[in-house]
């Protein structure tokens, strides 16, 4: 039991006087228990704060190293090892592994970046060879289409000309028949004419001589004795004009179809033009003026006289189309081994669908009469015979173009090259 005295505060210590007495009795035995349940309940509080706390650590732990484990676990797995790792020394071991592993992989890495770089440089320089290559191929196949293009285009220009020719061969044979029956015809024609007015000669003078005696009256007024030796001098006159004509026919067509043939010889072109031009009808010029534009040519091998046939065809056929008013140029000039004669004029052009024709022998536009449509079929067969061209543009309404291309040494017929379009 504990006991104490209890004082007045508010008064000093030599005024203290006690005020009460008050007695607390408590059980010992009692206190003591209290104090070991006390303690008991802490200690066991302790221990459950502990375990869980350790549990919770061990759990926390657990669930931290889980992935780690399951890593460390793979790691193994790969490495063939199925053993569960038990400590950090398969962790080190593991991670040192992983390091080293990982150094190699580097290392391939960076060889293999090496690698690739050579291999792309030796790539990118493979595919520029081969880029140039093909940028070569694809040149190549460019020219090569460009010269196709040119060999179509001589084919075509070929084909024309064997068109041209064979058609020509053809009409030679016919015309070469017709020319043989034409010159007999008219040989016999023109060789009665000189008999037939010795004839009329004689005729006229017993006339005469008749015609003066009285019994001649009747008859002589019958047939109108007058105009009766008139319209027989006539008619006679148009006989000779005929025969005339056809035998200037007949002359040409056997030039067509080759019959006549005279003497190749070196020949100025020049003369030769300006001697056709001379010829030329100048009631026909009327205001046509003839430009000469001559280059400087060497002397070509040729027929003198069928050249100036040519020449004066094209000059008549330029003229004609000009209908007495424009200008026809002639210009001359020596390429390679040829020389370009061109006539120009200023007339009515020929059409688009005339122009595969008017090399065709009795092709022509010109009326009845006037022309017999061998004037270029003649040139042509000429010009080819010599072993030349002759090329034409035309624009209707402004006049055409006549190209002459002949071979400075000819007849040798350069036909490869003339087939192969090379000459010109
Ligand atoms: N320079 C030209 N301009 C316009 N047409 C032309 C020219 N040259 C030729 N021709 C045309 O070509 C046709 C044929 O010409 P070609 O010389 O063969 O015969 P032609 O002149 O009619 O007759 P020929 O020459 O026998 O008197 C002509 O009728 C004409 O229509
Ligand atoms: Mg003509």
């Known amino acids: ?132 290559k093909l940028y070569q191929r694809q040149e190549k196949l460019k020219r090569s289409n460009t010269h196709l293009l040119e060999a179509l285009r001589r084919l075509k220009e070929t084909q024309e000309q064997l068109i041209q020719k064979e058609k020509l061969a053809a009409m030679g044979q016919l015309v070469a028949g017709v020319a043989h029956e034409l010159n007999n015809t008219v040989n016999f024609i023109s060789g009665a004419l000189p008999s037939l007015h010795r004839s009329l000669d004689e005729m006229k003078e017993i006339f005469a001589r008749y015609a003066k005696f009285e019994k001649a009256r009747p008859i002589k007024e019958k047939l109108f004795y007058g105009d009766l030796f008139f319209t027989i001098d006539q008619l006679v006159g148009n006989i000779e004009e005929g025969a005339t004509r056809t035998t200037r026919i007949v002359r040409d067509l056997k030039i067509f179809s080759r019959q006549d043939v005279e003497k190749i010889i070196p020949v100025d072109v020049h003369t030769v033009i300006d001697s056709t031009v001379n010829y030329v009808d100048k009631q026909l010029l009327k205001n046509v003026t003839i430009r000469r534009d001559y280059g400087s040519l060497p002397l070509v091998h040729c027929l003198p006289g069928r050249m100036g046939q040519v020449f004066l065809n094209i000059i008549n056929n330029g003229i004609e189309a000009m209908d007495g008013t424009g200008q026809l140029t002639i210009k001359t000039e020596h390429r390679n081994e040829y020389v370009h004669i061109i006539f120009s004029d200023t007339g009515c052009g020929i059409h688009a669908h005339d122009m595969p024709n008017i090399f065709d022998p009795f092709f022509t536009n010109k009326e009845v009469g006037q022309g017999t449509g061998l004037g270029l079929g003649i040139s042509y067969s000429i010009i080819r015979q010599h072993g030349g061209d002759i090329k034409v543009e035309s624009n209707v309404g402004n006049g055409s173009v006549f190209k002459i291309i002949f071979p400075v040494s000819p007849i040798e017929v350069s036909e490869d090259k003339m087939l192969s379009g090379e000459a010109f």
Not at 73 to 96: C, F, N, Q, W
Not at 109 to 131: F, H, P, S
């Open 1 to 132: 039991m504990d006991e104490n005295w209890y004082f007045d505060e508010e008064k000093n210590s030599s005024e203290k006087e006690v005020v009460g007495y008050a007695a607390v009795v408590l059980s010992k035995e009692f206190f003591e228990e209290g104090v070991r349940n006390i303690l008991i309940q802490t200690g066991v509080s302790v221990l459950i704060f502990l375990v869980v706390s350790m549990l919770t650590i061990f759990l926390i732990i657990q669930k931290i190293t889980e992935p780690l484990r399951k890593l460390i676990l793979a790691i193994r797995k790969r490495e063939g090892k199925t053993e569960h790792p038990s400590d950090l020394k398969v962790l080190t071991e593991t991670y040192s592994s992983m390091v080293d592993d990982l150094e190699r992989s580097f290392q391939t890495i960076t060889e293999l970046n090496e690698g690739l770089e050579e291999k792309v440089k030796c790539r990118t320089l493979q595919l520029t060879k081969a880029n140039n």
